[in-house]
């Protein structure tokens, strides 16, 4: 063939819409070669070259890792680029439902909790919850501060590491009867996420009771918590009142210290 029928790799690359940089990366990969190789090391192409790097380059369009597009073009056959484009479609299918999910959160119409937020240290109050829903980990019994971070970590896996970014209700579940606070480092708990959108997520469910419910915020230490604890009892002694045995402890804000709390956090009951 006549070099003067041959193009540059400059030339080339502006002739298929990609670069010299791109067209050097697949020759040294061996996934697609020049026509010609100078002893200078100058690259030259033929026009029929053309159709075979815009294919290529629909490939990867498509997504195909340059991986997969040699495997292809040492065996080209329409069923070798089907299994490859069908392990692409699967990846493609997981990645629009996590994008379905972060839009999700992104168009979210989140509660107004600010009535959680107003109340004060150690000041127990009275307060109505509508009914909510809640994800929900499985119920875990005497566990080591290690434990509880694994197992928080494995729950927001789960659901979605950027599920944790909004600010509907989290925190724990934890089955206290009577807020007694000497029970309460060994307890058994839920880890739970407000559920925020209809979706897939194969995570359990659970409904917390609309209803009256007793409140106290808390630092979250040892005894922040057994202080908020003693409250609440005084409180419902003092009014005579029924609170059942699920201790609701609510986070306040995003940012978890350690054993998945926040600095501060609201501690309640349901009363009966």
């Not at 829903?133 to 494995?154: G, L, M, R």
């Not at 005894?223 to 201790?247: C, M, P, S, T």
Request: hydrophobic share 40%; glycine share 8%.
């Amino acid at each position: 063939m006549d070099d003067k029928q041959l193009m540059t790799i400059s030339q080339f690359a502006k002739a298929v819409g990609t670069t010299r940089r791109t067209l050097l990366f697949y020759d040294q990969r061996g996934i697609f070669k020049p026509k010609k190789t100078m002893a200078n090391g100058y690259h030259y192409y033929g026009y029929e070259q053309i159709y075979k790097m815009n294919f290529i380059l629909g490939l990867r369009d498509l997504g195909l890792s340059v991986g997969n597009i040699k495997d292809y073009l040492n065996d080209n056959s329409s069923e070798t680029l089907n299994r490859k484009l069908g392990e692409l479609k699967e990846k493609v299918q997981t990645r629009i439902k996590n994008l379905q999910q972060v839009l999700a959160i992104l168009d979210q119409k989140e509660e107004d909790n600010t009535q959680l937020t107003n109340v004060g240290f150690y000041v127990v109050k009275k307060i109505f919850f509508p009914l909510r829903e809640f994800w929900c980990s499985d119920f875990k019994v005497d566990c080591s501060e290690k434990e509880i971070a694994q197992a928080y970590s494995n729950f927001y896996q789960r659901l979605g590491a950027g599920i944790m970014a909004n600010n509907m209700l989290s925190g724990f579940l934890t089955d206290l009867p009577q807020a007694q606070a000497n029970c309460y480092a060994d307890a058994g708990f839920r880890i739970i996420k407000e559920k925020s959108f209809a979706s897939l997520i194969n995570m359990p469910v659970m409904n917390q009771a609309n209803g009256e419910y007793v409140v106290v915020k808390v630092k979250n230490d040892g005894a922040g918590i057994e202080k908020g604890l003693a409250a609440l009892r005084d409180f419902v002694a003092q009014q005579g009142l029924k609170i059942g045995n699920d201790l609701w402890q609510f986070n306040l804000g995003l940012d978890i210290k350690r054993l998945g709390l926040t600095e501060n956090s609201i501690l309640a009951y349901q009363i009966i």
